[in-house]
């Protein structure tokens, strides 16, 4: 399994998209290391997809959620979903401003 997942990985390597916002303006969008960060998680990779990426567990955590409320009912399923929303999106906030330089 580790190896198939590996090989998945190593595919996946060559059919990234590149940050159009990047391209066109020169400077890097919110989302940009996402790409990059899942296929370091695939590799095993946990600390170097954080450093890339830093709000990659929570939007995962938010993913696996959204996924599961698919099939089990939870009861506080909408505060849940709110407060990891929030979190995610605070995530990807504080590490894009600390990314431009403007925090910190």
Same mark, same amino acid.
């Given at each position: *399994? &580790?190896?198939?997942?590996?090989?998945?990985? =190593?595919? $996946?390597?060559?059919?990234?998209?590149?940050?159009?916002? /990047?391209?066109?303006?020169?400077?890097?969008?919110?989302?940009?290391?996402?790409?990059?960060?899942?296929?370091?998680?695939?590799?095993?990779?946990?600390?170097?997809?954080?450093? *890339? &990426?830093?709000?990659?567990?929570?939007?995962? =955590?938010? $993913?696996?959620?959204?996924?599961?409320?698919?099939?089990? /009912?939870?009861?506080?399923?909408?505060?849940?979903?709110?407060?990891?929303?929030?979190?995610?999106?605070?995530?990807?906030?504080?590490?894009?401003?600390?990314?431009?330089?403007?925090?910190?």
């Amino acid at each position: *399994m &580790y190896l198939q997942l590996t090989i998945f990985s =190593l595919s $996946l390597k060559e059919y990234m998209l590149p940050c159009l916002n /990047k391209k066109l303006f020169g400077v890097e969008c919110p989302g940009c290391g996402m790409q990059r960060s899942v296929h370091l998680l695939l590799q095993g990779e946990f600390m170097e997809a954080f450093k *890339m &990426y830093p709000a990659i567990y929570p939007l995962m =955590l938010l $993913l696996v959620f959204l996924v599961s409320t698919i099939f089990v /009912k939870f009861r506080f399923a909408s505060q849940i979903k709110l407060i990891l929303m929030l979190t995610t999106a605070g995530a990807i906030l504080v590490s894009y401003l600390i990314k431009m330089n403007i925090l910190f």
